[in-house]
């Protein structure tokens, strides 16, 4: 049974590029949340999806980041030009039907370098 | 005041020993408490969640809920080596979904 998956596991991009990072939920989950890391800090909520649908994105920069969650393939966090305070890693989680968050199970991660 | 602290450690013991994390938090709506075990460079892996007030055992890990003194703490029994990691707290409640996550208690046994 796997785990939720992300893609790819480092990424680096020049100031100005785009990041785009994947996250496929475990079978059976419908609800994908992203969430930021940053060295000596704890996760940072980001945005909480459904399929095709963003439930609350209340903890999403304003600019330049934007995420889905299509009805068919892996849900995306797109940053479009990337500045170097970018750098963190970025964690994806999925929950079941019920959405409930003490039933979240994390992905390993995309580690974004922003040089 | 963060809605969740956690002291970040280092928190150095003996293999055997027994562990004691714990974070506070501030908001009186939370309801559900998760423990998160992240080894170096994973990703979170949920160790136990408890709802509302209590204690919930799971072999050699134990938590503890105090609703009352908004506290809550994870237990480790006979800690071993590979117990080496980071622990956040994380809870939610109130109506949302989406937990606040304390900052993490980096953890070390050594042999």
């Known amino acids: 049974n796997a785990g939720v998956m992300q893609n790819p596991r480092h990424l680096v991009r020049r100031r100005g590029q785009e990041a785009r990072l994947r996250c496929s939920p475990m079978?059976?989950?419908?609800?994908v949340y992203w969430y930021r890391q940053l060295p000596e800090e704890g996760l940072k909520f980001m945005v909480y999806l459904q399929k095709e649908n963003i439930i609350d994105e209340s903890g999403m920069p304003k600019e330049r980041f934007s995420a889905e969650f299509p009805k068919e393939g892996p849900s995306i966090l797109r940053i479009q030009q990337v500045v170097r305070g970018d750098s963190a890693a970025y964690f994806c989680?999925?929950?079941?039907?019920?959405?409930?968050?003490?039933?979240?199970?994390f992905g390993p991660g995309t580690r974004l370098l922003v040089l | 005041q963060k809605e969740v602290e956690q002291d970040p450690g280092p928190l150095s013991v003996p293999e055997g020993a027994i562990v004691s994390l714990n974070c506070t938090y501030s908001n009186s709506a939370f309801q559900y408490f998760m423990w998160y075990r992240q080894y170096s460079r994973k990703g979170p892996e949920l160790l136990m969640y408890?709802?509302?007030?209590g204690n919930k055992e799971d072999g050699r890990f134990t938590a503890q809920v105090d609703k009352s003194s908004k506290y809550i703490s994870l237990f480790i029994r006979d800690s071993q080596p590979s117990d080496s990691a980071t622990y956040l707290c994380?809870?939610?409640?109130?109506?949302?979904?989406?937990?606040?996550f304390g900052r993490g208690t980096s953890l070390i046994v050594h042999p």
């Open positions: 079978k059976g989950h419908s609800h």
């Open positions: 994380a809870m939610s409640g109130g109506g949302s979904y989406i937990p606040t």
């Open positions: 408890t709802y509302s007030s």
């Open positions: 989680a999925s929950s079941p039907a019920t959405g409930r968050s003490e039933t979240q199970y």
